[in-house]
């Protein structure tokens, strides 16, 4: 599997390309504010672009799709409760490009339809973990949706990369084991009340902790 992160401007958002190099399929996602740098990663490399994936539905993710649409035949991909999808994606679904095969996890919260796609031993996260923090929430219910959420993903291998979709963390990647041990979010998922009080004291905790 080829793969790439891209920066595509926006709010530090990130883009991502999968690709079988030997048969020249490709998947892109979120491929947005700004997809000038895969668009020509995808053309240099005569790649056939089969789909776009959105982790969710909100605009810094979607606003380059028109533009990747526009030099290919691929269908446009989200979770089933988004009105834009071309392709309805649910948990457990599993998408194949060439040789690749792209499964995609439910993964709400930050939006009821985010979703995360894992990718061999890499996970894109969108909105919904980022390093060393979580996609922002609205309201209590949500926020539990999230925390049950991550739980499900923390428990996947230690080893698991993470490749979130913007650069607000610490680095533009991770895995599974170290935000296990240094996001303080995932490190408060025993406790709902502990996790929740986090997300509504999250700017104080940022300031005493000297996080950007």
């Not at 599997?1 to 958002?13: A, H, K, L, S, V």
């Not at 089969?50 to 691929?74: E, F, L, M, P, W």
């Not at 973990?129 to 539990?144: D, M, P, Q, S, Y």
């Amino acid at each position: 599997m080829y793969f790439e992160q891209f920066r595509c401007g926006g709010d530090r958002n990130f883009g991502y390309l999968l690709a079988d190099l030997d048969i020249g399929k490709c998947a892109v996602i979120d491929p947005s504010p700004d997809p000038d740098a895969l668009i020509r990663a995808v053309k240099d490399r005569g790649l056939e672009i089969i789909y776009i994936i959105n982790t969710h539905d909100h605009y810094d993710h979607t606003g380059g799709n028109s533009r990747v649409k526009a030099i290919s035949k691929a269908r446009l991909v989200l979770h089933s409760s988004s009105p834009m999808a071309e392709l309805k994606v649910d948990e457990g679904d599993v998408l194949s490009v060439a040789s690749l095969k792209l499964e995609i996890l439910h993964t709400p919260g930050h939006t009821g339809d985010s979703i995360s796609i894992l990718a061999e031993r890499r996970l894109i996260t969108g909105d919904f973990l980022f390093v060393g923090k979580i996609g922002g929430t609205i309201g209590r219910e949500n926020a539990l949706i999230q925390f049950n959420n991550l739980k499900r993903v923390m428990a996947l291998d230690s080893g698991i990369t993470i490749w979130p979709g913007h650069d607000v963390g610490v680095r533009p990647s991770s895995t599974i084991g170290e935000e296990r041990k240094n996001n303080p979010f995932c490190m408060r998922l025993d406790d709902f009340e502990e996790f929740y009080y986090l997300k509504e004291h999250w700017a104080e905790y940022k300031r005493k902790h000297n996080i950007e």
